[in-house]
């Protein structure tokens, strides 16, 4: 298995209030992924990142922010949550290609549930 | 747009019988394309991918994709199904540039002893 962990877990919120949520990787890959997954529209992509510093919107990103200041790390911030913002939010890796592609399989973390009451 | 489609939500099938998963992707380009599969409460575990060359590709656990080009479809497929198959697929298509991926709903497949 990838070596990706997510923290926390799980958590419980209120709305207005601030959420950071981390992914952590172990393997040195260069991309990283937010995905958020909801009953009937699978996994859309939040924001990635393709490097240190890069980082670019993906399908469903507003109300979202994201950091990457180590390759290790990908944050994702809700600055200030909302009961729509309730989902069970994944990260994802992947390396950079070989063979004419930049980029590789993407391997997932094993998720986190948040609850936004 | 981009989009990928997987028509049923819910298959239900005998342990032991075949199972067939539809997907169907609408792209500008022809994509990668993967399924992944998630047993409840957890991740998403990589069951195969197709990225070129030969259009029937294999997998982990016994499971086969086929790639059709006309036909804008990835369906997967397994010869006989286990009790330990119970789980929700999922169908993605990948850009080779950015490795963004565009998700099917998902189908949950329940097997019946």
């Known amino acids: 298995d990838a070596g990706i962990t997510q923290s926390p877990r799980h958590k419980v919120t209120e709305t207005g209030t601030p959420v950071t949520l981390r992914c952590h990787q172990t393997?040195?890959?260069?991309?990283m992924y937010w995905y958020r997954q909801d009953p009937g529209h699978g996994l859309r992509l939040i924001h990635y990142?393709?490097?240190?510093?890069?980082?670019d919107k993906g399908e469903v990103s507003d109300g979202y922010s994201v950091s990457r200041s180590k390759t290790e790390d990908f944050l994702l911030t809700l600055e200030s949550a909302t009961s729509s913002q309730t989902s069970v939010y994944f990260c994802?890796?992947?390396?950079?290609?070989?063979?004419?592609?930049?980029?590789?399989?993407?391997?997932f973390g094993p998720g986190t549930r948040l609850l936004v009451l | 747009a981009q989009s990928v489609t997987q028509p049923d939500i819910h298959i239900t099938v005998s342990e032991g019988a075949s199972l067939e998963l539809r997907c169907n992707y609408s792209?500008?380009?022809?994509?990668?394309l993967f399924w992944y599969v998630q047993s409840p409460g957890q991740g998403l575990q990589l069951l195969l991918k197709?990225?070129?060359?030969?259009?029937l590709v294999q997998g982990i656990k016994g499971f086969e994709a086929e790639f059709k080009r006309s036909q804008s479809s990835f369906n997967l497929r397994k010869p006989s199904v286990h009790w330990s198959d119970a789980a929700e697929y999922f169908c993605?298509?990948?850009?080779?540039?950015?490795?963004?991926?565009?998700f099917g709903q998902g189908t949950t497949l329940q097997v019946k002893p």
């Open positions: 994802a890796i992947s390396e950079s290609g070989t063979s004419g592609r930049n980029v590789e399989t993407q391997y």
């Open positions: 393997e040195n890959h260069r991309y």
């Open positions: 990142s393709y490097g240190v510093k890069d980082t």
């Open positions: 792209y500008g380009a022809t994509p990668y």
């Open positions: 197709y990225f070129s060359g030969d259009t």
């Open positions: 993605a298509a990948g850009s080779s540039n950015t490795g963004k991926l565009i």
